[in-house]
Structure formats: structure tokens, C-alpha cells
């Protein structure tokens, strides 16, 4: 996995003018399941290296913003740019945004059936870039360790999130995407996970955090943004999150 900021990169032909871009950024996203509009004009850049705690309410757009930026087909992107690295990821299909290095890990973690630990590991690695070596996630997850030649599918919820998590940093990408990844987990499990999001924070990987568990999210992320039926109706440091008290019960109900 290259975390390193990259000298000498110049914006591709075609990038927007700005004389030092983001990283990541998006502007004016707008997508659509069939007629129902979900995602309606958000924007937002993320550093390199930074955390960003995606959240709000059950149904406010969180899933499918992620998913617009991973270039899924649903919800479908009708208008708006997304940029990672100086590469225009709304031109993208989503093998293609995945092979610039954008990893999801959806909620329902899609472990694949009849495929042992590592064999799950290799399916993603064959498209290649490489990221993190075998020896190397067996050292960060020595749960995936002990159950390497298991079926992918028998594991615990706990040990196929890790596995899900695994099976992104195997590739070398640019961008994690998390959606829900405490998801239904027992909280000790929850504090696994919890740890390996910090390691990978702490290797400088840019990523987006989609939690309902929001005090969890807030204290790993550097910046919350948060989404209303559809919309951004904040973007600011976690720390504002946390402070404020009306802003989390109208937004977040908590
Ligand atoms: N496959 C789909 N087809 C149509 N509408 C969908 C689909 N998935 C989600 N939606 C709708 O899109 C909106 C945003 O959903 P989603 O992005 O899943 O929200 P969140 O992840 O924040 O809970 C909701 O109104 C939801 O009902
Ligand atoms: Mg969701």
C-alpha cells in the first residue's frame, strides 16, 4: 500500500483548475434509484490521510453516497464530479474507479460462498495492484490467521468483518469506504474492529466511515459530514459533533 503523499504528481489533463486539489473530492453529486432522487447535490474533499465520519439517519443517503462513489450502478449518477488522485471517478465503472483504488466494504460484507479465508484474500488480490501481502494482514488479523483454510462464510460476523476489511487493504487503494462495519457486532468484537480502523488510521489511509454507532465514528474520524435526506447539512471537525448537543439530536437522534 503506497500512503506516502506522492511527489511530483501533476493533475491529469482534464482535472479541474484548482492549483492543489484535494485528494478526494466530489462536487454536486446527484444520483438516482430510477426516479427516486437520493443524493442530491453533496460535496465535500477529504485531505490525504484523513478520516471522514459519514452519518446521519437511517435512510438519509449515507449507503448511497458511498456506493456513488464507488461507481455502482445503483443508485446511478447523474450529474456531479468525483475526483481521487487526479482521476476523474464519474467517468469511471465501478471495476475500473476499483482498480484506481477505491475499496468498499459494504455492509453485508459479501464474503464469498465455498472460498476459504485466503482464498477470498487471493480473489481480490488477482486483478492487482497488490496492497498489503498475506504475511502482513495474518499479522494485523490473527483471528484470519487461525482460520485461513476455513470456509470465508462460517466465520462469526465479527471474524468476516475483519475478513471484509482484509480483503480491501490486500488490494493497494487509495480510498476505504466503510459502511456500517460495527454493524450488529458484539461490542467486544466491535472493539477489534475498532483497533484495526485505528491502525489503518494511523498508516495514513484515507478513509470514509459510515456508523450508526456515532461516538465510535466521532473519536476516530478527523471531520464529520453529515446527510439529511439526501443533503449535507453539515461538514465541520468531529470534535463540533460531539460538542453539540442540538445538532446531534436533530441529525442523529442521539
Ligand atoms: N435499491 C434502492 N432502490 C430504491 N431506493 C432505495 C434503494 N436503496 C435505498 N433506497 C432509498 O434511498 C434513500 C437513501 O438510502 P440509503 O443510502 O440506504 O440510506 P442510509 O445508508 O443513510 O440509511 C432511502 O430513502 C432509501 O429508502
Ligand atoms: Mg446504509
Same mark, same amino acid.
Given at each position: $500500500?503506497?500512503?506516502?503523499?506522492?511527489?511530483?504528481?501533476?493533475?491529469?489533463?482534464?482535472?479541474?483548475?484548482?492549483? /492543489?486539489? %484535494?485528494?478526494?473530492?466530489?462536487?454536486?453529486?446527484?444520483?438516482?434509484?430510477? =426516479?427516486?432522487?437520493?443524493? &442530491? /447535490?453533496?460535496?465535500?474533499?477529504?485531505? &490525504?490521510?484523513?478520516?471522514?465520519?459519514?452519518?446521519?439517519?437511517?435512510?438519509?443517503?449515507?449507503?448511497?453516497?458511498?456506493?456513488?462513489?464507488?461507481?455502482? /450502478?445503483?443508485?446511478?449518477?447523474?450529474?456531479?464530479?468525483? @475526483?481521487?488522485?487526479?482521476?476523474?471517478?464519474?467517468? $469511471?465503472?465501478?471495476?475500473?474507479?476499483?482498480?484506481?483504488?477505491?475499496?468498499?466494504?459494504?455492509?453485508?460484507?459479501?464474503?464469498?460462498?465455498? +472460498?476459504?479465508?485466503?482464498?477470498?484474500?487471493?480473489?481480490?488480490?488477482? *486483478?492487482?495492484?497488490?496492497? @498489503?501481502?498475506? =504475511?502482513?494482514?495474518?499479522?494485523?488479523?490473527?483471528? +484470519?490467521?487461525?482460520?485461513?483454510?476455513?470456509?470465508?462464510?462460517?466465520?462469526?460476523?465479527?471474524?468476516?468483518?475483519?475478513?471484509?476489511?482484509?480483503?480491501?487493504?490486500?488490494?493497494?487503494?487509495?480510498?476505504?469506504?466503510? /459502511?456500517?462495519?460495527? *454493524?450488529?457486532?458484539?461490542? #467486544?468484537? #466491535?472493539?477489534?474492529?475498532?483497533?484495526? #480502523? %485505528? *491502525?489503518?488510521? !494511523? +498508516?495514513?489511509?484515507?478513509?470514509?466511515? #459510515?456508523?450508526?454507532?456515532?461516538?465510535? !465514528? +466521532?473519536?476516530?474520524?478527523?471531520?464529520?459530514?453529515?446527510?439529511?435526506?439526501?443533503?449535507?447539512?453539515?461538514?465541520?471537525?468531529?470534535?463540533?459533533? $460531539?460538542?453539540?448537543? =442540538?445538532?446531534?439530536? *436533530?441529525?442523529?437522534?442521539?
Amino acid at each position: $500500500m503506497n500512503t506516502a503523499p506522492q511527489p511530483g504528481t501533476t493533475p491529469a489533463r482534464g482535472a479541474h483548475a484548482d492549483s /492543489d486539489p %484535494a485528494f478526494f473530492s466530489c462536487r454536486e453529486m446527484n444520483s438516482y434509484y430510477g =426516479e427516486s432522487y437520493v443524493v &442530491q /447535490d453533496v460535496g465535500f474533499e477529504i485531505r &490525504q490521510g484523513e478520516i471522514i465520519a459519514l452519518l446521519g439517519r437511517n435512510g438519509a443517503g449515507k449507503t448511497s453516497t458511498l456506493r456513488t462513489i464507488a461507481r455502482l /450502478d445503483d443508485p446511478q449518477l447523474k450529474h456531479g464530479e468525483i @475526483w481521487l488522485d487526479h482521476k476523474s471517478l464519474h467517468d $469511471m465503472k465501478a471495476h475500473e474507479a476499483a482498480q484506481h483504488g477505491v475499496a468498499l466494504v459494504p455492509e453485508d460484507r459479501r464474503i464469498i460462498a465455498g +472460498l476459504t479465508v485466503e482464498e477470498n484474500l487471493k480473489l481480490a488480490q488477482i *486483478e492487482g495492484p497488490i496492497g @498489503w501481502s498475506f =504475511e502482513r494482514i495474518y499479522e494485523h488479523f490473527p483471528r +484470519l490467521a487461525e482460520r485461513r483454510r476455513q470456509e470465508g462464510v462460517t466465520l462469526s460476523g465479527g471474524e468476516q468483518q475483519m475478513l471484509a476489511v482484509a480483503r480491501a487493504l490486500a488490494r493497494d487503494i487509495k480510498l476505504l469506504l466503510l /459502511d456500517e462495519p460495527y *454493524e450488529g457486532l458484539a461490542p #467486544v468484537i #466491535v472493539q477489534e474492529i475498532e483497533a484495526i #480502523v %485505528a *491502525e489503518i488510521k !494511523a +498508516l495514513g489511509m484515507t478513509t470514509i466511515i #459510515v456508523e450508526q454507532n456515532v461516538v465510535a !465514528a +466521532l473519536e476516530l474520524a478527523d471531520r464529520a459530514i453529515i446527510l439529511d435526506m439526501g443533503q449535507i447539512v453539515f461538514n465541520g471537525s468531529a470534535k463540533d459533533v $460531539m460538542e453539540n448537543a =442540538e445538532l446531534r439530536q *436533530e441529525y442523529l437522534a442521539i
